[in-house]
């Protein structure tokens, strides 16, 4: 376990520019100068994937054994040991690499973390299962072991670029609105949209009593029956993007993802997935966390 050689300080060299909250860990920790092999831990509070302390009910969690609330009934009716010891405080930290947790005497595996993008054809609900038994996103994904969910969701009618993952953490880094992660859509919808209506799409429609963020709205082709508008979003509300319209007097047709944050769906055929690169993973973790530009492109300029 760590704990002790946790320590908050002022780090040499390039990660000096994002210093400020970083917390390292090192093997080796010498505080002149820090020449050891330095772990990132935590940027802003957040953990990052180099970070390997987890509380305990969350390793129960993540290596399959039961969600995080029931693991923490496990913990607390003093099932699981950690190195031998009987543990009964869920928060506690242990490190699932040098730690050994049983549970009833059997020692769980942690899960490796995967991170799916798939282009969700329409047809499927964006959950791991469905009451009306409609098929869902993961019967797409057989080969897949891991216990997936997806990262926010997209309706049974949507298409588009939809991601999967079993890291929590990653998940709510993408989702909330807090981290203004770009989405953009292609949205067909009934009408000639005029120009005032591209006004107050981009300016905020009231939802439910409160106003949508600033969106992007060009429109990529316009005839008398309908019009095919690209809408940049950085919040994920439900339906959003077909109440917008139906706000405007344009209800949606047909609805498509096509860009998350730097994603696209280039060489991903509707129906297929591909896993996300360890790159593309931080990346998308650095987009959020506010350590990139929001107009970051791999392999192009960073224009924020
Ligand atoms: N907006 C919608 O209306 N539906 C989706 O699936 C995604 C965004």
């Not at 000639?192 to 006004?199: G, L, M, N, T």
């Not at 950085?234 to 498509?256: D, F, S, T, W, Y």
């Not at 993802?257 to 991903?268: E, I």
Request: proline residues 5%; charged residues 30%; aromatic residues 6%.
């Amino acid at each position: 376990m760590y704990g002790n050689d946790r320590f908050r300080g002022e780090v040499t060299g390039k990660l000096c520019e994002i210093a400020n909250s970083i917390t390292v860990r090192s093997s080796n920790v010498k505080p002149q100068g820090f020449s050891g092999n330095l772990h990132i831990v935590s940027y802003k509070g957040f953990e990052t994937e180099r970070k390997m302390e987890t509380r305990l009910a969350k390793a129960l969690a993540r290596a399959g054994i039961s969600s995080r609330r029931k693991a923490e009934e496990l913990i607390k009716q003093g099932l699981v040991t950690v190195n031998g010891r009987v543990i009964t405080e869920p928060g506690t930290v242990i490190d699932p690499d040098s730690d050994v947790v049983r549970v009833s005497g059997n020692p769980i595996y942690r899960e490796r973390s995967v991170y799916v993008l798939l282009n969700k054809p329409a047809g499927y609900i964006s959950s791991v299962k469905d009451e009306r038994g409609r098929k869902t996103v993961l019967d797409l994904l057989p080969e897949v072991k891991e216990r997936l969910f997806p990262v926010g969701r997209l309706d049974y009618d949507t298409r588009g670029l939809l991601l999967l993952t079993n890291d929590g953490e990653f998940a709510n880094l993408m989702s909330h609105p807090r981290y203004h992660i770009a989405k953009v859509y292609h949205a067909r919808c009934r009408g000639k949209v005029a120009q005032d209506a591209i006004k107050k799409l981009q300016q905020g429609i009231l939802l439910d009593g409160v106003p949508t963020l600033p969106a992007r709205v060009k429109v990529l082709k316009r005839s008398k029956q309908d019009t095919l508008l690209e809408i940049e979003l950085h919040e994920g509300r439900k339906r959003q993007i077909k109440r917008m319209l139906l706000e405007v007097g344009h209800p949606v047709i047909e609805l498509m993802r096509v860009r998350f944050g730097p994603l696209d769906l280039k060489g991903v055929p509707e129906g297929e997935y591909r896993l996300l690169t360890r790159d593309e993973v931080e990346t998308m973790k650095n987009l959020a966390l506010g350590m990139v530009g929001s107009r970051y492109r791999p392999g192009g300029k960073s224009s924020t």
